[in-house]
């Protein structure tokens, strides 16, 4: 297996299994620090620089909680505006990571711009993490995602998965990557144009993806309504499908957005009426009306979960990255 000292964490494509179960392995080593809400010594010389290009709640304060449980240090911006990035300047990736490379031992990015991050690791001396790329990849999400599966149903194997939702969406693309190296089929259920209100763009998985799902022997099919596929989901992972563009720093709410259509939305009724009993949700989150508020306290949702495991996951692979563990 290569090392993960020194790494940058790009994309899951091309991630092996024995590194996933590596990867895992390590944040349940880190569990108990952040379940008792313990600060330990392990990154104490060490720093981490934030690079958002795009806002954040939970990747940009999950890094930066996971650093402080490790007892390093963190600098960044939340927000390039403040930058000569964001500002006359636009300063490029390369001068930007010129500069950062500096100031810290580990960068985490959020771009607009998918492969951003690939970019910034081609100039940086230290391990890039890409914390999500325009409609590119959300690695350190679907790493958390998989790490959540695995704590509550004690494996990833021989369980089935339904994605439901807007799938340009990076969590999506990284999530068809990871599970080539599982035994786990999937079913994608996104909208086609014109689905949401009339000229809504295509948002079933691009052909790009589909060709590389195809390549690396993912079993996957497409559906086009949640309720055809929800009775056989052990995992049913959900992104929303009324969303800003991905590809803009920051997009204001449009006051008369439409409401998700039946098609992509889990209703308590519908989980109680067709889910497995034991299947389980997830969501990234911020959430539209995609999973109503009485979702929440339900046998199946998993999201608050997932959230505190976001901070684990993001302990593991600094830990890792930075070469506090091999
Ligand atoms: C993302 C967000 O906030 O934009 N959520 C997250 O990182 N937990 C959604 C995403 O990038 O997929």
């Known amino acids: 297996m290569r090392s993960f000292n020194g790494r940058d964490i790009l994309s899951l494509k091309d991630f092996e299994r024995q590194e996933f179960f590596r990867v895992f ?3 349940e080593q880190m569990d108990p620090i952040a379940r008792n809400r313990r600060n330990v010594d392990m990154l104490k010389e060490k720093t981490l620089v934030t690079a958002f290009y795009q806002p954040s709640t939970r990747t940009r304060l999950a890094h930066e909680a996971a650093m402080h ?3 390093g240090h963190v600098t960044g911006f939340s927000d390039s505006k403040m930058t000569r990035a964001g500002d006359w300047y636009q300063e490029s990736i390369k001068d930007t990571v ?3 490379e500096f100031y810290g031992d580990v960068i985490v990015m959020r ?4 492969g951003a991050p690939q970019e910034a690791a081609k100039w940086s001396s230290v391990p890039i993490i890409n914390g999500g790329d325009g409609w590119g990849e959300h690695p350190t999400q679907i790493l958390t995602d998989l790490y959540t599966v695995l704590r509550t149903k004690g494996r990833i194997d021989g369980l089935k998965w339904v994605a439901v939702g807007d799938m340009r969406m990076r969590t999506m693309h990284s999530l068809g990557y990871a599970l080539t190296q599982f035994d786990c ?7 086609t144009a014109d689905a949401l209100f009339p000229g809504s763009p295509d948002m079933r998985m691009p052909e790009s993806y589909k060709a590389d799902f195809n390549q690396y022997s993912l079993n996957f099919k497409e559906a ?3 309720e055809q596929v929800i009775a056989d989901a052990d995992v049913i992972l959900v992104e929303p499908v009324i969303q800003p563009d991905y590809t803009q720093a920051r997009q204001e709410a449009s006051k008369d957005h439409s409401l998700t259509p039946p098609a ?5 009724e519908l989980l109680a009426s067709k889910a497995k009993s034991d299947a389980i949700l997830l969501h990234s989150l911020p959430r539209m009306d995609e999973i109503p508020l009485d979702v929440d306290a339900t046998k199946w949702s998993r999201y608050w979960q997932e959230a505190y495991h976001g901070v684990v996951m993001r302990m593991a692979l600094l830990a890792l990255v930075l070469g506090a563990t091999e």
């Open 224 to 226: 086009e309504h949640i």
């Open 264 to 268: 992509y939305k889990i209703t308590r």
């Open 111 to 114: 771009h607009f711009q998918m």
């Open 98 to 100: 010129k500069m950062l």
């Open 185 to 191: 089929p999937i079913t994608f259920v996104g909208p």
């Open 69 to 71: 449980r490790l007892g």
């Open 25 to 27: 392995d390590v944040a």
